[in-house]
């Protein structure tokens, strides 16, 4: 059916993400989330939740962190010299490159005399996230869309156009 949730589908999505009690996204019927099913835009545990769904399908998705921004490791940090991160503050969010050109985002979490340490953890490393989601609209992915692995529209921003995006997971 052309309005059931599988591969190859534009997905668009109200959608409210809470996590420790806390809202932390929201997208609205008029200005919904949109994304590409079966290409990893989303967690793991709502792409699972929302397989074979319909427009019109309203469901409360509670997802455990292994099914979704995965456990927190605390090893998953480095410590920096005050020199090579020059103007940094506590909480501040900073991009790393590595040397294959990798990016990396990591959190500053602590600041020591003269010695930083970033955490390179996702935000939501660990976390249980409880998704309350509408079904708004489904449709096929062009075939451009299936090649950069997410999808085109006036109101996603949230994509990076960038023909690179998939390495960068
Ligand atoms: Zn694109």
Same mark, same amino acid.
């Given at each position: ?6 591969? @190859? ?7 409210? !993400? ?8 929201? $997208?609205? =019927? @008029?200005?919904?989330?949109? $994304? ?12 699972? =939740? ?28 480095? *410590? ?5 991160? @020059? ?8 991009? !790393?490159?590595?040397?294959?050109? $990798? ?12 010695? *930083? ?7 939501? =490393?660990?976390?249980? !996230? ?10 096929? =992915? ?17 994509? @990076? ?9």
């Amino acid at each position: 059916m052309s309005d059931t949730i599988g591969s @190859e589908k534009v997905v668009s999505l109200a959608l409210t !993400l809470t996590v420790d009690g806390e809202v932390v996204e929201e $997208y609205s =019927a @008029e200005e919904p989330f949109d $994304y590409l099913h079966g290409a990893e835009n989303v967690v793991p545990g709502l792409e699972a =939740a929302l397989d074979g769904r319909k427009v019109g399908d309203k469901l409360t998705v509670t997802v455990p962190p292994a099914e979704g921004f995965g456990e927190y490791d605390p090893e998953d940090f480095e *410590i920096f010299d005050e020199d090579d991160l @020059e103007g940094a503050e506590l909480g501040a969010a900073v991009v !790393l490159e590595d040397e294959d050109g $990798y990016l990396f985002e990591g959190i500053i979490t602590e600041i020591n005399d003269g010695e *930083i340490k970033v955490d390179f953890n996702p935000m939501w =490393a660990g976390k249980t !996230l409880n998704y309350q989601v509408e079904v708004l609209g489904v449709r096929d =992915a062009d075939a451009e869309e299936l090649e950069h692995g997410h999808p085109h529209g006036a109101d996603v921003d949230e994509y @990076e156009d960038d023909e690179d995006w998939e390495d960068e997971e």
